[in-house]
């Protein structure tokens, strides 16, 4: 119930100072398991990305945001810490204890904010957790939210998402390379503003 006031209060800041549009909503799966992968532009992205999504997403945050009352605000939106750099096995299990039971976990699997707005290259792990954990893979895209880099004083924020990918049937190297390059194929081509 509180998260939803917090939903509406989101929707409203960002449609009025962010001219927030959201397409693809009918994309996503009413249930079921879900990796939400989106590139990744700025802090904004999180609460953008979970204002437009018809289902609550959970999201891996570097741990340097979990500071006192931001980091409570993030874990309250859905945001876990995870430490950057080394396989965080607190994180992986909490993230495929979400896909267990059914729900979705947003994932940036570039890893970083880009800094020029351009897609960058993906880590392994986003497949690996969607193998892991039996979910399909949703190719989001967000663009607007790094206002600061672009300067503009009434930016204009959007969201798409895409079509699944389903779900990987194993879970070898050359599977989850191939539908890595796929899905980042995808967040591309919605980054166009082509739909897929």
Not at 56 to 68: G, R
Not at 79 to 108: Q, T, Y
């Amino acid at each position: 119930m509180i998260y939803g006031a917090v939903k509406i209060f989101f929707t409203s800041i960002f449609k009025i100072f962010f001219r927030m549009e959201v397409e693809g909503r009918e994309n996503i799966p009413e249930s079921g398991p879900l990796v939400m992968a989106s590139n990744h532009l700025s802090v904004l992205d999180p609460p953008v990305i979970g204002t437009a999504s018809t289902r609550k997403p959970y999201f891996m945050a570097k741990e340097e945001l979990f500071v006192p009352v931001f980091g409570h605000i993030c874990k309250f939106l859905g945001a876990f810490p995870v430490k950057r750099g080394s396989a965080d096995m607190i994180a992986i299990r909490h993230s495929l204890e979400i896909l267990k039971n059914g729900e979705v976990l947003a994932v940036f699997p570039e890893g970083t904010r880009s800094k020029t707005g351009k897609l960058g290259i993906a880590e392994p792990g986003t497949m690996m957790l969607a193998a892991k954990g039996k979910a399909a893979i949703l190719p989001t895209c967000v663009s607007g939210t790094d206002v600061f880099r672009c300067g503009k004083i009434w930016p204009k924020v959007k969201v798409i998402f895409g079509k699944p990918i389903p779900c990987p049937e194993n879970a070898d190297k050359e599977t989850l390379k191939k539908i890595t390059d796929e899905l980042m194929e995808k967040i591309a081509i919605l980054q166009e503003g082509k739909k897929i």
